[in-house]
Every structure is written in structure tokens, then in C-alpha cells.
């Protein structure tokens, strides 16, 4: 018969309490939370106002014009493809490399993944105006005998993004599968109904475990490939074109170090509004805060090494559009946007190098807003100076976007959060079964360190009555 020890008990207590409190954060949020799933709607709201004006009058509304052809659509569309890349990318690098202290946030770091690629998807379809004919552009047998341009790098798009959005929330929705049995059995009414059907009969035996970890390690390896290629397809977009500012061979690791930026950011920011809205204080911990700044940190450097290397490979070359182009981006009517994006980019993530300022929730949270603000001005600056200073000086025209753009994009961050915080409504946003492994793990290592301690205070005393019996 085995005996239950007073530590087994400790521990059981322990992880009731985990499904406890992350059960209970999904059924009674701090009121912030409403106030801001409120403000997301009407911001979707006004989107859709947008939307419609552009649908009925014409894409006129948009300003887009020649040689504005990609305006802010396609750099909205870049920034939130960017933003879904560090989810899903760092679970799978840090879950390879056995990291513990991803497990209390990766799932909304994952699930931010994946609204970001719907959010994604919706600007080429806005972008293209007739929004009726989206169905042209699918690659299927017709009488009309038209077919996409496999050679065009927005069909490599399509394939690259569709992909990794189906990889995304598969990986997603089966890291979920024993939380999911852990809600089923814990809950009633509309709620166990959902989770008995997504738990796909989970019951923990050790057979299920044993293939949820193969098939989990599977997809994270796969992920991380499959994430790198899919920004350096949307990278080629721009550097498969021979137009000054874009023909730039660092492109493909400057867009995957700018989405890991721009979505480690995001995740400071979601960090921060979850521990507060569900009250994960003792989940969501500082020295995680803390990783994850200098994890932003990190990146920040290599991204802005990557923008000196683009500045010097200008200066230093023989071609004159591209050099010309560079000093106007720096001087010229986009100065004000180039000089904040480099602040927000270069210069204000060394607030995460200062401890003290790491461990200051207010100031991280306003840090990682004006990080992403500076990541979106980048992506803008991509595609707006090329298109207004071109080869052609004819073609020379400043554009900032008209309102409805503006509209549009502004209720694309609603529709994100909308999406995000009803998600960690219905759907545990915290791993309870891997924060129970490192809990696990955590006393483990504590009890070997103690026994460890022990038998070192142990060895002098054996030794010497041993000394003294020999």
C-alpha cells in the first residue's frame, strides 16, 4: 500500500488551487475588463462604418492613387503579420529548450498568434476594393481559364500565411487538450457542453501523455521553420521588386527580427493587462516580466544592427535612387516618422536593460505600446517613402492616408483585442497542467538541494567517527 506523505498533500493542495484560480479568473474578471472589451467593439464598429463608405463609393476614399498603389493597408498588413510571429515562434524555440518560465504565458502569446494572422488576412481582401471578386484570385479550374501567378510573391503569401495560421491553431488547440478536460470536468450548463467536445475524450493516461508529447515536440519544430519562412516570403513582396528602398538583400532577417520585436512587445502589453484583468499576480510573476524584457531587449539590438547595416550598404553603394531616398526619409516630409521609429525602435527599449524600470508594471506597459508604435511607423516607412520617391520624379507625391484608412486600421487593433479577450474569457489563458509540472519540478529541485545540503552538513561528522573508530 503507498503512503501519502505530508509533502503529497502539500502538493495536491497546491495544484487545486491552481485550477482554482485559473477556473475562476475565466468566470469573474476585474471590471477593467469589460471597459476594455467595450472600447474594442466600438473601435470594430467604426471600422465597419469605413469599410462600408469605401465599399460604396469607390477606393477614391482611400487616397490610394498612382504611384500609391500600397498605402497603409499593406502596412498594417505587414505590421500584424509581424506582431503573430513571436507567439508561436518562442513557445516552440523555448518549449525545445526546455524553458519553465514560458509555461504561465505561452498560451496567450499563441493565442495572440493566431488572432494576429486573421486580423492578417482581412487588409489584402480591404485592399482589394472589390471585395466581391476575392474569389479570382484562388487557384482553381474555371471557364474564364485564369490562373494566380505562381512566380508572384503574393501568391507565396497566401500559401505561406494560410499555412502557418492552420500549423498556429493546431498547435494552439492541442496544448489545450488537457486544460480543456481539467474545464470539462469542473464546470456546467454551455461550458462543459464546449469543453467535453474540444477535450476529445482526454482522460490523462499515461498512454494520451506519451503521444500529446511527441505530437506537441513535432509541431514545435516544425513551427520554427515554418515561422521564419513565412515573413522572409512577406519580406520578398518587397525585395523581389527593383524599386530603391526595397531591392535590399538583409530584408528577409530584418522583417523576422522586426515581427519578433513587434510581437514580444505585444506580449509585454498582454502580459501585463491579463495579470491585472484575472488577477494572475502569482502566475504571471516579475522575474518572468523580467525574462521577457531582456528577451525584448535582445532582439531590439539585433534589429536596429540590422537597420545600420541596411543605412551603411546605401551609403556606402553606387546606387543614387537608394542613397537619395535614405536622406529623404531622414530629412524630408516623413523625417517626424523616421525619427520616431527609430526612438520607439533604438533608443527607448534600453528602459528594459534598468532593472528597476522592469520590475515598474505602469512603466512597461506605456514602454511596450510606444516599442510597437515605433514598429508600426518601421513598416509604414517601408512602404510609403519608396512609393513617394521613386525612380521617376514625375510620380513624386506625399501621402499620410485619408481617414477612412486610418479608420479601418485603428479598428483592426479593436478587432484583435475583441478577439484576444474573448478568447481568455472562454479559454483557460494560463497552462494550468505546465504550470503544475514546474511547480512540480520547482520542489523537486528545492527537495535535492535540501538533501544535498544535509549530506554535506553530514560528510565532516561521518568522516570523523569514522576517523576516530578507525
Request: proline share 4%; hydrophobic share 50%.
Given at each position: 500500500?503507498?503512503?501519502?506523505?505530508?509533502?503529497?498533500?502539500?502538493?495536491?493542495?497546491?495544484?487545486?488551487?491552481?485550477?482554482?484560480?485559473?477556473?475562476?479568473?475565466?468566470?469573474?474578471?476585474?471590471?477593467?475588463?469589460?471597459?476594455?472589451?467595450?472600447?474594442?467593439i466600438?473601435?470594430?464598429?467604426?471600422?465597419?462604418?469605413?469599410e462600408?463608405?469605401?465599399?460604396?463609393?469607390?477606393?477614391?476614399?482611400?487616397?490610394?492613387?498612382?504611384?500609391?498603389?500600397?498605402?497603409?493597408?499593406?502596412?498594417?498588413?505587414?505590421?500584424?503579420?509581424?506582431?503573430?510571429?513571436?507567439?508561436?515562434?518562442?513557445?516552440a524555440?523555448?518549449?525545445?529548450?526546455?524553458?519553465?518560465?514560458?509555461?504561465?504565458?505561452?498560451?496567450?502569446?499563441?493565442?495572440?498568434?493566431?488572432?494576429?494572422?486573421?486580423?492578417?488576412?482581412?487588409?489584402?481582401?480591404?485592399?482589394?476594393?472589390?471585395?466581391?471578386?476575392?474569389?479570382?484570385?484562388?487557384?482553381?479550374?474555371?471557364?474564364?481559364?485564369?490562373w494566380?501567378?505562381?512566380?508572384?510573391?503574393?501568391?507565396?503569401?497566401?500559401?505561406?500565411?494560410?499555412?502557418?495560421?492552420?500549423?498556429?491553431?493546431?498547435?494552439?488547440?492541442?496544448?489545450?487538450?488537457?486544460?480543456?478536460?481539467?474545464?470539462?470536468?469542473?464546470?456546467s450548463?454551455?461550458?462543459?457542453?464546449?469543453?467535453?467536445?474540444?477535450?476529445?475524450?482526454?482522460?490523462?493516461?499515461?498512454?494520451?501523455?506519451?503521444?500529446?508529447?511527441?505530437?506537441?515536440?513535432?509541431?514545435?519544430?516544425?513551427?520554427?521553420?515554418?515561422?521564419?519562412?513565412?515573413?522572409?516570403i512577406v519580406?520578398?513582396?518587397?525585395?523581389?521588386?527593383?524599386?530603391?528602398?526595397?531591392?535590399?538583400?538583409?530584408?528577409?532577417?530584418?522583417?523576422?527580427?522586426?515581427?519578433?520585436?513587434?510581437?514580444?512587445?505585444?506580449?509585454?502589453?498582454?502580459?501585463?493587462?491579463?495579470?491585472?484583468?484575472?488577477?494572475?499576480?502569482?502566475?504571471?510573476?516579475?522575474?518572468?516580466?523580467?525574462?521577457?524584457?531582456?528577451?525584448?531587449?535582445?532582439?531590439?539590438?539585433?534589429?536596429?544592427?540590422?537597420?545600420?547595416?541596411?543605412?551603411?550598404?546605401?551609403?556606402?553603394?553606387?546606387?543614387?535612387?537608394?542613397?537619395?531616398?535614405?536622406?529623404?526619409?531622414?530629412?524630408?516630409?516623413?523625417?517626424?516618422?523616421?525619427?520616431?521609429?527609430?526612438?520607439?525602435?533604438?533608443?527607448?527599449?534600453?528602459?528594459?536593460?534598468?532593472?528597476?524600470?522592469?520590475?515598474?508594471?505602469?512603466?512597461?506597459?506605456?514602454?511596450?505600446?510606444?516599442?510597437?508604435?515605433?514598429?508600426?511607423?518601421?513598416?509604414?516607412?517601408?512602404?510609403?517613402?519608396?512609393?513617394?520617391?521613386?525612380?521617376?520624379p514625375?510620380?513624386?507625391?506625399?501621402?499620410?492616408?485619408?481617414?477612412?484608412?486610418?479608420?479601418?486600421?485603428?479598428?483592426?487593433?479593436?478587432?484583435?483585442g475583441?478577439?484576444?479577450?474573448?478568447?481568455?474569457?472562454?479559454?483557460?489563458?494560463v497552462?494550468?497542467?505546465?504550470?503544475?509540472?514546474?511547480?512540480?519540478?520547482?520542489?523537486?529541485s528545492?527537495?535535492?538541494?535540501?538533501?544535498?545540503?544535509?549530506?554535506?552538513?553530514?560528510?565532516?561528522v561521518?568522516?570523523?567517527?569514522?576517523?576516530?573508530?578507525?
Amino acid at each position: 500500500m503507498t503512503m501519502v506523505t505530508e509533502k503529497d498533500i502539500n502538493e495536491q493542495i497546491a495544484w487545486a488551487k491552481i485550477n482554482t484560480d485559473v477556473l475562476k479568473s475565466m468566470e469573474n474578471p476585474r471590471p477593467a475588463y469589460w471597459v476594455t472589451l467595450a472600447v474594442c467593439i466600438a473601435m470594430v464598429a467604426c471600422a465597419v462604418v469605413a469599410e462600408y463608405i469605401q465599399y460604396t463609393v469607390g477606393m477614391g476614399t482611400a487616397n490610394l492613387n498612382n504611384p500609391h498603389m500600397w498605402d497603409m493597408y499593406i502596412a498594417a498588413f505587414v505590421f500584424w503579420i509581424g506582431m503573430s510571429h513571436s507567439g508561436t515562434l518562442l513557445s516552440a524555440i523555448l518549449h525545445l529548450i526546455h524553458a519553465d518560465w514560458r509555461k504561465p504565458i505561452y498560451r496567450f502569446a499563441e493565442a495572440m498568434t493566431t488572432f494576429s494572422l486573421m486580423t492578417a488576412g482581412l487588409f489584402p481582401m480591404i485592399h482589394l476594393g472589390r471585395v466581391w471578386n476575392l474569389y479570382w484570385v484562388l487557384p482553381y479550374v474555371s471557364d474564364r481559364g485564369h490562373w494566380p501567378n505562381f512566380r508572384s510573391p503574393l501568391v507565396w503569401d497566401a500559401f505561406a500565411i494560410s499555412t502557418y495560421l492552420t500549423a498556429s491553431m493546431l498547435f494552439l488547440f492541442v496544448g489545450m487538450i488537457p486544460d480543456l478536460a481539467i474545464c470539462r470536468d469542473n464546470t456546467s450548463g454551455w461550458r462543459k457542453k464546449l469543453y467535453t467536445i474540444l477535450s476529445l475524450g482526454w482522460i490523462g493516461s499515461d498512454r494520451q501523455w506519451r503521444h500529446f508529447r511527441k505530437i506537441y515536440l513535432l509541431m514545435a519544430c516544425f513551427l520554427i521553420p515554418l515561422a521564419v519562412s513565412v515573413h522572409s516570403i512577406v519580406s520578398a513582396d518587397f525585395a523581389m521588386s527593383i524599386m530603391p528602398g526595397w531591392h535590399i538583400t538583409t530584408f528577409p532577417p530584418y522583417f523576422v527580427a522586426g515581427a519578433l520585436y513587434s510581437g514580444c512587445a505585444a506580449i509585454i502589453t498582454l502580459f501585463i493587462l491579463l495579470r491585472y484583468f484575472f488577477r494572475f499576480e502569482d502566475y504571471m510573476t516579475l522575474p518572468i516580466m523580467e525574462k521577457t524584457c531582456k528577451l525584448t531587449f535582445a532582439i531590439a539590438m539585433v534589429w536596429t544592427y540590422l537597420n545600420l547595416i541596411e543605412f551603411a550598404s546605401v551609403w556606402y553603394g553606387h546606387d543614387i535612387y537608394n542613397k537619395e531616398l535614405l536622406i529623404a526619409k531622414a530629412t524630408g516630409a516623413y523625417a517626424w516618422i523616421f525619427w520616431t521609429m527609430i526612438f520607439c525602435g533604438s533608443v527607448l527599449p534600453f528602459a528594459l536593460a534598468i532593472q528597476k524600470l522592469r520590475r515598474h508594471m505602469p512603466t512597461m506597459f506605456v514602454v511596450s505600446l510606444f516599442l510597437n508604435l515605433g514598429m508600426f511607423f518601421e513598416r509604414w516607412m517601408i512602404v510609403a517613402p519608396t512609393l513617394s520617391m521613386s525612380q521617376e520624379p514625375h510620380q513624386w507625391d506625399i501621402m499620410y492616408g485619408s481617414i477612412v484608412e486610418w479608420a479601418i486600421v485603428f479598428g483592426s487593433f479593436g478587432w484583435f483585442g475583441m478577439l484576444f479577450l474573448i478568447f481568455v474569457k472562454v479559454f483557460p489563458s494560463v497552462s494550468m497542467y505546465e504550470v503544475k509540472e514546474m511547480v512540480f519540478h520547482r520542489n523537486r529541485s528545492a527537495g535535492e538541494e535540501d538533501l544535498a545540503r544535509m549530506t554535506d552538513h553530514a560528510k565532516p561528522v561521518a568522516q570523523t567517527t569514522g576517523g576516530e573508530g578507525a
